[in-house]
């Protein structure tokens, strides 16, 4: 009730989403910036800034990974839950980060596929995942995922359901540098699979092969962040970038990719044409 009254129909929704090793602290640093990124470029908007138990480890986090990845799902039935609860006319924008992308994935459709449903206790889950009756009923959904802890397979079960709920736009903003991610020697399918964010060709042909059957042609857009000056570009290896939000905020293509989520008419300043040719 309290969204409703704050968007009133016509005020847009950005919904921002962190991903694993977050706590409530560190979640709020970058919420905070990107707010006020958001407010920049749409004044009207009503912000919701999403805390989930991504779980947190000193380090490097390798031990809590797949307990994360497990969470994102779980919260993402509880979103969609939320988002069934908007009027159907509602725009909402979800703006993610690392993990974040499956929050966002399961509360939009079905992306059990990406999961391991055999495990015990994780069944019904996935169960819940796939029921096309729960879906959120919006028809104006945008979404930018960026450095999606993901795997290229993510949303290749939003045809299996039946699907009601297709976004107008994906907006993808990989870096196939990030340490997190393509996990160095190890390569991104290591311990839950993570290469949608590595593998920029193949995240493109998969996300646009999940969504070319949509009622509405999704626009599939994508931001190369590894090929993006910083500010502040630190110690920068050929496989090690900074993780956070903060350092994706930085780069040139942080702006344009924004403007993609938000504005109505953009324009057209992606790297799709390199990594995302047309069928």
């Not at 040139?252 to 044409?273: G, N, T």
Request: aromatic share 10%; glycine share 6%.
């Amino acid at each position: 009730q309290k969204i409703q009254q704050r968007t009133q129909g016509a005020r847009p929704l950005v919904i921002l989403i962190h991903g694993f090793n977050n706590d409530y602290a560190a979640a709020e640093t970058w919420y905070h910036l990107v707010s006020e990124d958001v407010r920049r470029l749409q004044r009207d908007a009503v912000v919701l800034r999403l805390h989930w138990d991504g779980m947190v480890q000193s380090g490097v986090p390798v031990f809590i990974w797949r307990e994360a990845q497990w969470n994102a799902p779980i919260v993402g039935l509880v979103l969609r839950d939320l988002l069934r609860s908007l009027p159907p006319n509602q725009a909402v924008r979800l703006l993610t980060h690392s993990t974040g992308a499956l929050v966002a994935a399961n509360a939009l459709g079905d992306a059990s596929k990406s999961l391991q449903c055999d495990q015990p206790g994780y069944a019904r889950y996935c169960e819940a995942i796939r029921r096309a009756d729960t879906l959120p009923k919006q028809d104006r959904y945008r979404v930018a995922l960026v450095i999606p802890a993901a795997s290229l397979d993510t949303f290749k079960g939003y045809h299996s359901t039946g699907n009601r709920t297709w976004p107008a736009r994906m907006v993808l903003g990989l870096n196939h540098a990030d340490f997190a991610t393509n996990k160095a020697v190890f390569t991104c399918r290591w311990d839950g699979a993570t290469c949608m964010n590595t593998w920029a060709t193949d995240a493109c042909r998969e996300v646009k092969a999940a969504f070319e059957k949509a009622p509405s042609k999704t626009q599939v857009s994508l931001f190369q962040f590894s090929d993006s000056p910083g500010k502040s570009e630190g110690s920068t290896w050929a496989f090690w970038e900074e993780h956070s939000m903060q350092a994706q905020r930085e780069r040139d293509r942080w702006w344009p990719l924004l403007h993609q989520l938000l504005d109505d008419s953009p324009a057209q300043r992606d790297d799709s044409a390199r990594f995302c040719p047309s069928n």
